[in-house]
């Protein structure tokens, strides 16, 4: 009786709304010309908002499809005989495998997820994980040539990506042997037999996971964009050579800006002349390793103990390197 | 109900594209990756909608696990909920511009150090060949895909520009703590996305008023003057006149610095 109650009123609201938004939509100057929506900032946001959502759109798709295809064609035998035993050298080949694999940080997190499950050691996925968005060539000639007066720049900001990465790996490593992941429903099935059967499983799995993490992205992008919208850059701008305090700046400044590792050279380049090298070195590290958008996936891909330590090493590794460099000069 | 969303999706970018608009919200080489994201999810709805029916059949077409594997009907049309805002607040935005109000939160003269720089810095140099390039003209007459490099250089070389006459186009903009002579005729450039935008722009001298986000054209003189304490090349205008066919949108469409990229590495 209740249930069908419950049933009832969600079908007329979900009617009503429904019904409303359709008349909306033939008539959008109604809503287009409303005081909320003519604000400025509500547009800025919305701006924004759909920019970033766009802008990762292609990425995401690509990196699930990636993931599911190995995941359907990729056998778990040959991934075990592919990864050296060595932790070491399993860590830097994860971290170099960036080097071969153009995935953006959009898509890294599904990808990254479906290597584990195969039997990637824990060690290797992590590294590339935080090194793949950064060494990879699309990202090296967009930096090159956003970086063209110091490109001395775009050498460290790989050589610091992979050390970081390594580092980050092993210690993670360490720390968890397995069961880092949340499990996915779709990983328990027997899967379908037949070549093209399993393409179609692959690209219908795909499309679950897609959609999945398109929800992230919108949120992720949306908080991004209402820190765009209400801090304005001079407040961060202002702090940029002073030492460490410049460093964390950086990396805030990065980590709320979550923008892509192709583009946040060319935002950060005026900036170059007149900020510590390490400053720099430091949002152009820790932007694509850690973001907004990146830990909203990170934390409902995997266990939050991983998901918490990940987060906080990196970020510990990321400020004493930076510290680190601010000693050593950069030309 | 992914079927569903993925399709609005594909109509929203197909929308986007008829009202020549997609590029209010990335830069003008990202279009093409969203064209294919938009064929990929058509892709993606189709195999939904033809695995839930066969599913409905009972055929073996994907795992017979029943709707998306165990999540909750309810978990779906809350996510879907989510992802439909987005879309909402792109067909409802307003058709105002908004080109100074992003350029006030992003900052105009924020790398105002670097505009200090002696023209000996690495970064400077850079700029010298179209520095020299616009020395040679008589009259130097800004293009929309020269925008950016061209207000950099005359900012970095501004004493080698002064008396030298200009033209430009652009919206007006005011800082709140410009005199009311000022303005700033501005564009704006992105590298991906609006979220990674930047403003660029010259610093005009006028004995008019003019309101933000008009779009004018400025001719006048180059002069170097103080801004909030710096030295800053900025134009004496002999006239201002507002613009006949104004660009659609506030951003430049061709980035200069951009297009090396796209030929070098895509």
């Known amino acids: 009786m209740m249930r069908a109650v419950v049933r009832f009123v969600f079908v007329v609201v979900v009617t009503l709304v429904c019904s409303v938004l359709i008349v909306l939509m033939i008539h959008p100057d109604v809503v287009r010309t409303a005081p909320f929506m003519r604000r400025s900032d509500v547009q800025l946001f919305s701006t924004m908002w759909m920019g970033i959502v766009l802008e990762a759109l292609p990425f995401v798709l690509f990196g699930v499809l990636i993931a599911a295809i190995v995941q359907a064609f990729v056998p778990d035998a040959f991934v075990r005989r592919i990864v050296p035993a060595h932790r070491g050298v399993a860590t830097v080949c994860g971290a170099l495998l960036g080097v071969v694999v153009p995935v953006c940080e959009c898509g890294m997190v599904p990808v990254v997820r479906h290597m584990m499950m195969k039997g990637v050691p824990i060690h290797a996925a992590t590294a590339f994980l935080l090194a793949g968005p950064i060494v990879n060539p699309v990202v090296f000639s967009a930096s090159s040539l956003a970086l063209q007066q110091s ?12 050390a970081i990465a390594v580092i980050v790996g092993l210690v993670i490593g360490a720390l968890f042997r397995t069961d880092v992941w949340k499990p996915m ?5 027997p899967l379908p037999t037949s070549k093209r059967l399993k393409l179609w499983h692959a690209i219908d799995q795909s499309a679950i996971e897609a959609f999945d993490m398109l929800v992230l992205v919108v949120i992720g992008s949306a908080i991004t964009a209402l820190m ?3 801090v304005p850059r001079e407040s961060l701008a202002a702090v940029g050579d002073a030492g460490v305090f410049s460093v964390i700046a950086m990396m805030a400044y990065a980590f709320v800006l979550s923008i892509c590792s192709t583009a946040d050279a060319f935002v950060i380049a005026t900036f170059v002349p007149v900020f510590a090298p390490a400053a720099v070195l430091a949002f152009l590290v820790y932007g694509p390793m850690l973001d907004i958008k990146s830990v909203v996936m990170i934390f409902s891909a995997f266990r939050v103990r991983f998901a918490v330590a990940l987060v906080l090493l990196v970020t510990g590794v990321t400020l004493l390197c930076m510290i680190g460099i601010s000693f050593v000069r950069i030309e | 109900m992914q079927a569903a969303i993925f399709a609005l999706f594909v109509l929203a970018i197909a929308w986007l594209i008829r009202t020549e608009s997609l590029t209010e919200y990335i830069a003008p080489r990202m279009v093409i990756f969203v064209q294919c994201a938009a064929v990929l999810l058509a892709i993606l709805a189709f195999v939904r909608i033809v695995s839930l029916w066969g599913e409905s059949r009972g055929w073996a077409v994907a795992c017979a696990c029943g709707m998306a594997h165990g999540a909750s009907r309810w978990r779906i049309v809350l996510l879907s909920v989510v992802l439909a805002i987005p879309l909402m607040f792109t067909y409802f935005a307003s058709q105002e511009p908004i080109g100074s109000a992003m350029v006030l939160r992003k900052g105009l003269f924020v790398d105002k150090q670097a505009r200090q720089l002696p023209i000996d810095d690495p970064y400077a140099k850079q700029y010298a060949p179209l520095a020299q390039q616009l020395l040679d003209l008589p009259r130097i007459v800004v293009t929309e895909e020269q925008f950016v490099d061209t207000s950099i250089a005359v900012d970095l070389f501004r004493s080698q520009f002064v008396g030298k006459s200009i033209e ?7 800082e709140p703590d410009m005199p009311a002579h000022m303005l700033v005729v501005a564009r704006l ?4 996305c609006a979220a990674d ?3 660029y722009g010259f610093l005009v001298s006028t004995t008019q008023t003019h309101d933000p986000d008009t779009w004018v054209t400025v001719t006048g003189t180059m002069r170097i003057g ?6 800053i090349a900025y134009i004496d205008a002999q006239s201002i006149v507002p613009m006949t066919n104004p660009p659609k949108s506030p951003f430049v469409q061709t980035n200069d610095r951009m297009d090396a990229w796209d030929g070098g590495a895509l």
Do not use: E, N
């Not at chain 1, 429903?185 to 099935?189: I, L, P």
């Not at chain 2, 450039?189 to 991906?192: I, P, Q, S, V």
């Open chain 1, 151 to 162: 490109p001395s720049l775009v050498w460290w900001r790989m050589g610091l990506a992979l």
């Open chain 1, 185 to 189: 429903s779709s990983a328990m099935h």
């Open chain 1, 228 to 230: 765009q919208t209400t």
């Open chain 2, 168 to 174: 430009v186009s652009g919206f007006v903009h005011r």
């Open chain 2, 189 to 192: 450039a992105m590298a991906c």
């Open chain 2, 197 to 199: 935008a930047l403003p």
């Open chain 2, 226 to 231: 103080t801004y909030r304490g710096d030295a």
